[in-house]
């Protein structure tokens, strides 16, 4: 049974930093291409970042490029998301994912977290 538990949000203030962690098992994690998905009260899941079982590729959206960096650590199987200058638009629930062929979108992935709330104050 794969799980994916995250873990690292909170609230910060416009302007700083906070790093999401993802705990993935149940899977062969050095294979599975990774993504990190945000969604708002009242918007559509949005695709934030992801990243090749190798961590070779990484993927983001134009809206988080240049703020926040996708890594891996295969020997821990865990994946993160760095976000600095996070501003009150970053405000949402932060979800991972698992096991996708097409990397940037929803649909593509097999597995699913559980959510961690990140809450930016301006």
């Known amino acids: 049974q794969v799980q994916l538990v995250e873990s690292g949000g909170g609230l910060v203030q416009a302007g700083g930093s906070l790093r999401l962690s993802c705990a993935a098992s149940?899977?062969?994690?050095?294979?599975?291409?990774m993504g990190w998905f945000r969604q708002a009260p009242g918007k559509e899941r949005e695709f934030v970042a992801a990243?090749?079982?190798?961590?070779?590729?990484?993927y983001y959206a134009d809206s988080v490029k240049g703020r926040f960096t996708i890594s891996r650590d295969n020997a821990k199987n865990t994946v993160y998301l760095q976000m600095n200058s996070l501003k009150p638009d970053d405000t949402a629930v932060y979800l991972c994912?698992?096991?996708?062929?097409?990397?940037?979108?929803?649909?593509?992935?097999?597995?699913w977290g559980q959510g961690t709330q990140v809450t930016v104050s301006s």
């Open positions: 149940g899977l062969t994690f050095s294979a599975a291409t």
């Open positions: 990243i090749s079982g190798r961590g070779n590729r990484t």
């Open positions: 994912a698992a096991d996708s062929f097409i990397p940037t979108v929803r649909n593509g992935y097999q597995y």
